[in-house]
């Protein structure tokens, strides 16, 4: 019986941004029917229905109100496409009307709207994609710089989960060497002994909080590190500010307590995405409103992962100065960054840190934020600060929270074993708590399903995708 | 034609057909049955047993009565997994055990060392006194009808319904379920060197004609192998060279109605191959069968002959063998881990290579046998076939290799055909309950390529089915079903009562670092105390047994020892027993989501070919048990899942 699939339409690309092309994409059994109802190409002797997979028309679109734009149909023919379906990409000008119109068009020739995930979940179920793939998707899709782009990249060919099953090989080796001398006691089956169990195990243990420590570098590349632009009035935060943002985010004058609030953008800074939040000034404001924009600064200070504490090299150290130290300090922990920026070279440069506060700081950076003097310097310390590690050298990232949730289970049943079998406990419990842990692997890469992870793999998609 | 006249009425003839021959047989009304089995060995025993005693009028044909409940491989009940099976047998009602507690020759409990789960019981036993005893219940039980017969026809009704036998002799019975359990000897042939000769194990008759009415039925059959040592006798045996295996001291039964003391009566003694031994084999491999071709049936990895271990682990110097006697009757002895196919004189001329048996006289030559069994993916989980009602398999017929996993199937069988006759619940054991849930959904999930044996790996609830608790987990249910009597579960509950109670009180008994307590435990090896604990956290220390703390518990309570091992083990397994407790809780949800049994799978949009031929054919109950075959990938599961979905 030949099975039909409902068909179905969603934008493509970004709505919320202005853009030049825009892409509605149609997968389903009626995908090129539909197609053909809204496109008409420009050769009229060569219709929607004859076109092969792989191939591409010029025409217009129309819809009851007759055509509305010129537009590009690209056409895939199941099961060579990306749902493994027919599919029908058109391509119009990138006009959020001009794109609403498109899609409502399609609608109206017989395709509905796409559920959130549906493409993707559609080419998983076709197996087109693995779940682990279908999750790298995602993030190719969320990638906003390059290195999380490559990284989604090689999560969807595949390296990190050539890592776990390496992982769970190791693991089950183990477990079946214990289960070969236990069910077969009369045939002489060398025993494992706790030495090498406890070896075996801790380089899994290992291997898996290596993976766990590049998805969380990864997180910061992908996401993007929660940074915080901090120093005393009038030392030219938002002029670095700007500079990072490569145009004019904050207002710049040279009045000391001009930023009164928080001003926030994501930054592509090298290889490294920020988001980044320039802030008021620290100082003992008199004015309520000026106050108000102190204590912002000071509790976003204290949900920083990377601070640019910027001082004015041109003007001595004072009070001031001294107090955003010391704010510094009480915040910088394990895992938090601090990179001092001098700012202002193209002055002559007096300021002096006290001794041994330089070494709150990762790097110190001298710079001219007005004129981008020495930017260079400061973006190489904050890929330093960071640590991006193993998965610059092209350490292979878990693809989703869900897969970090997994391997952060099974690190931690592995631990547990290890560490009950140190304890003297007996070798069926230990292996029992090894089984939990390749259970938690499995379920990573795809091998156990269960509703949890269908619904949790499926749930984060963007519609279109 | 009247009464008096005293010729009875020739009912109809059929036509009988076995290899291509075929003739015909003369029928005649015998005696009609609610169940009828088919086979008297383990599975048969039990299935027969089982249906007896819930009161339907059964009756077990057997080739021969002297072979009822046979040991025609080794003379032992129970070992890893397996002696778990048996006390799970013994909890839901089953014979096995008693009849092993009975007749036992010397009893061990295996894996000590490693730990509760897999401890496992294992005894030997004198292999005529088992048959006599398990023969003596068949013929004691009320209800029924041990007799010896060749079954060569299942008969259906016009609905394709199950409605009776008819054997060699033309005797035909009425009956509403049969329970084929025939085990190694359908279409038997036996292999010994270049020879083959039809034959069941230990020179019984083969069943010849009833694959072909089965297989004219609809049941799938294919060609399983397996292989059995040597028996030679004890007085060629020189015992001053070989190590002496003793049992245990303290013995644990199988069954937990049996209270009497139990004592061993032999020793078992251990022997090595040997390069010597390895050179013989390997220069006359051509000579063994199973090189040659000659055996198309699969064999199992797991039990391989020694030549097959000489040829797999060729790295290896040495394989253990262990001679252990069959009976207190006889002076035959059986020599584990050297089952075999090659001819007579290899086999002679290997054997006196080992150390012991430089002079030793074989009575029974090794042996390969091939026989006929069925596909177990056929199969429902009560092991009645799905699409012939009233039919069920059980044993070495399903596939599985060993007497416990073939009793185990046979009460499950026998528990289930008289659950359908009385129109009542199945007993359907899930994964989490029994290894016998396991056995059985591997089955008839899964299926099986080789004989399929039980193993501990087999289970991902280990610490949760263990043998000493099997009584625990499986005699309500025996109960409900109406095999365990109403005495057991009082003495159940008891036991619980009991093991909760000094639970509770280990658990507010409080220590103080006393010099003779902290001298024990420097000397276990466990940290000193500094102040006061109590006797369970104690317990819990893996270095300590509830035992070594009696002396300095002095309000103690005497308990019987099955209830002291329940609380160490709760005590020290509490975090483990748990954390399988919440796998169970987490798998049950995708067991609760039931696939509609009429499911036409091919016509779900995005499931693979393969995976809509593998539900097709075994039909899971449950998005669980679907997730489990073998071809159909988690992408298929989901698609189940979104399906199951829609279908609200």
């Not at chain 1, 390059?146 to 990249?153: H, I, V």
């Not at chain 2, 040991?71 to 002696?83: D, E, M, Q, R, V």
Request: charged share 25%.
């Amino acid at each position: 019986m030949e099975h039909t699939v409902d068909t179905i339409a969603a934008v493509a690309t970004s709505m919320s941004a202005p853009a030049g092309i825009s892409i509605v994409r149609v997968s389903g059994s009626d995908a090129l029917a539909v197609a053909a109802m809204v496109f008409t190409p420009a050769r009229s002797d060569r219709p929607v229905r004859d076109m092969d997979g792989y191939t591409g028309a010029y025409g217009k679109v129309r819809d009851a109100q007759g055509a509305f734009d010129e537009a590009v149909l690209w056409v895939y023919r199941a099961p060579k496409s990306y749902t493994g379906e027919d599919v029908a990409e058109i391509c119009c000008h990138g006009g959020a009307v001009v794109t609403r119109r498109l899609l409502r068009a399609c609608l109206e020739a017989g395709a509905r709207l796409a559920q959130a995930g549906e493409f993707t979940r559609r080419a998983v179920l076709h197996g087109k994609l693995t779940l682990p793939q279908a999750e790298a998707v995602m993030g190719l899709i969320g990638a906003q710089n390059e290195l999380s782009a490559k990284c989604a990249l090689r999560a969807y060919e595949g390296a990190a989960y050539q890592e776990i099953c390496a992982v769970r090989d190791a693991l089950l080796h183990i477990i079946a060497q214990q289960s070969a001398f236990i069910d077969y006691p009369d045939e002489d089956i060398d025993d494992m002994d706790a030495e090498e169990m406890l070896s075996r195990m801790n380089d899994a243990a290992q291997r898996l909080q290596r993976l766990l420590r590049n998805y969380d570098v990864g997180e910061a590349v992908r996401e993007g590190i929660p940074t915080v632009i901090v120093g005393k009035p009038n030392t030219g935060k938002s002029t670095l500010m700007n500079l990072l943002a490569g145009y004019d985010k904050s207002i710049v004058t040279d009045v000391a307590g001009t930023t009164r609030d928080v001003v926030e953008g994501t930054l592509c800074v090298g290889d490294v995405l920020l988001r980044a939040a320039d802030t008021a000034g620290i100082r003992d404001a008199d004015n309520a409103v000026e106050r108000i924009g102190v204590d912002r600064s000071l509790s976003r200070l204290r949900g920083a992962a990377l601070i640019l504490a910027v001082f004015d090299a041109s003007r001595p150290f004072d009070e001031e100065d001294l107090r955003v130290l010391e704010e510094i300090r009480a915040v910088k922990t394990m895992g938090v960054h601090a990179i001092a920026v001098y700012n202002k070279t193209d002055l002559d440069c007096v300021l002096e840190l006290p001794d041994g506060d330089a070494a709150l700081f990762d790097a110190q950076v001298s710079l001219c934020a007005k004129s981008g003097g020495n930017l260079e310097a400061l973006i190489h310390a904050i890929e330093g600060a960071a640590d991006l590690g193993d998965i610059r050298m092209g350490a292979a990232p878990l693809a989703s929270e869900r897969q970090r949730d997994c391997a952060a289970r099974a690190f931690t049943f592995v631990m547990d074993a290890a560490r009950a079998l140190r304890d003297g406990v007996t070798v069926d419990a230990v292996c029992s708590t090894l089984d939990l842990a390749v259970g938690a692997l499995l379920e990573l890469t795809g091998e156990v399903v269960s509703d949890a992870v269908v619904s949790q793999v499926f749930a984060s998609f963007c519609v279109g995708k | 034609m009247t009464e008096s006249e005293a010729e009875l009425q020739i009912q109809s003839e059929y036509q009988c057909s076995h290899k291509g021959e075929s003739w015909f047989i003369r029928m005649y009304e015998m005696g009609e049955y609610d169940i009828i089995v088919i086979g008297g060995g383990h599975a048969g025993c039990e299935a027969a047993l089982a249906g007896a005693r819930l009161g339907l009028r059964t009756a077990l044909f057997t080739m021969t009565l002297d072979g009822i409940a046979n040991l025609p491989c080794n003379p032992s009940i129970g070992g890893t997994a397996k002696g778990h099976l048996v006390r799970e047998i013994d909890a839901l009602g089953g014979e096995m055990g008693k009849a092993a507690d009975a007749t036992f020759l010397q009893s061990r409990m295996l894996n000590r060392g490693k730990g509760p789960a897999v401890h496992s019981l294992r005894v030997q036993t004198d292999r005529v006194r088992y048959h006599g005893y398990m023969k003596k219940v068949l013929e004691k039980t009320e209800g029924l009808s041990v007799k010896q017969a060749e079954v060569v026809r299942v008969e259906l009704d016009g609905n394709g319904t199950v409605c009776g036998v008819v054997t060699r002799l033309g005797a035909r019975y009425g009956a509403r379920v049969v329970i084929v359990a025939t085990g190694t000897y359908l279409e038997s042939t036996v292999f010994v060197g270049e020879e083959s000769y039809a034959a069941g194990p230990d020179g019984v008759l083969p069943s010849r004609g009833l694959s072909a009415s089965l297989r004219e039925i609809g049941v799938v059959l294919r060609r399983f192998k397996t292989g059995t040592p040597a028996r030679i006798h004890r007085r060629s045996i020189d015992f001053s060279r070989l190590e002496e295996q003793n049992g245990d001291e303290n013995i644990t039964p199988f069954s937990f109605s049996t209270t009497r003391e139990l004592e061993n009566k032999v020793s078992c003694y251990v022997s090595y191959t040997n390069e010597k031994t390895h050179q013989v084999i390997r220069k006359n491999l051509h000579r063994s069968p199973l090189y040659s071709g000659k055996i198309e049936g699969v064999g199992p990895r797991y039990c391989p002959s020694i030549e097959d271990k000489v040829v797999r682990f060729a790295d290896k110097p040495r394989h253990q063998l262990f001679l252990e006697p069959m009976g207190l009757d006889t002076d035959e002895f059986y020599v584990q881990g050297m089952s075999s196919s090659l001819p007579e004189d290899v086999q002679l001329a290997f054997m006196r290579t080992i150390e012991g048996l430089e002079h030793v006289e074989v009575m029974r030559s090794a042996y390969a046998i091939e026989y006929d069994c069925c596909d177990p993916t056929q199969l429902l989980p009560t092991l009645a076939f799905k699409d012939i009602p009233g039919l069920y398999g059980a044993g070495q017929f399903n596939g599985t290799s060993g007497y416990e996993e073939a009793a185990a199937q046979g009460l499950v069988a026998g528990i289930n055909a008289s659950m359908w006759l009385k129109g009542k619940e199945p007993l359907i054991l899930e994964r989490s309950s029994s290894y016998i849930g396991t056995l059985i959904d591997d089955l008839v999930t899964k299926g099986c390529n080789e004989p399929y044996r039980m193993m501990t790996s087999r289970s991902e609830y280990r610490l949760l089915l263990r043998q000493d608790n099997a009584d625990d987990r499986l005699m309500e249910r025996g109960y409900q079903v109406g095999l365990v009597k109403e005495a057991q579960i009082k003495a159940l509950q008891d036991k619980r009562e009991q093991i909760e109670k000094e639970i509770a009180r280990v658990e507010k008994v409080t220590l103080g670092p006393s010099q003779e307590l902290n001298q024990l435990l420097q000397e276990k090896g466990t940290a000193p105390l500094h102040s006061g604990t109590t006797v369970a956290d104690l317990i819990r220390r893996p270095q300590l047994s509830y035992a070594d703390l009696a002396p300095f518990d002095p309000d103690r309570p005497d308990l019987p020892y099955a209830v002291k091992e329940q609380v160490e083990i709760r005590l020290k397994y509490e975090g483990y027993i748990r954390k399988q407790l919440a796998q169970v809780e987490m798998v049950k949800r995708l067991e609760e989501r039931k696939l509609p049994e009429d499911a036409d799978y091919r016509s779900i949009v995005g499931l693979r070919l393969e995976a809509q031929e593998k539900l097709e054919r075994i039909r899971p109950l449950n998005i669980g048990q679907a997730s489990r075959i073998s071809g159909v990938s988690p992408a298929d599961v989901s698609v189940l899942l979104i399906w199951l979905d829609q279908q609200r």
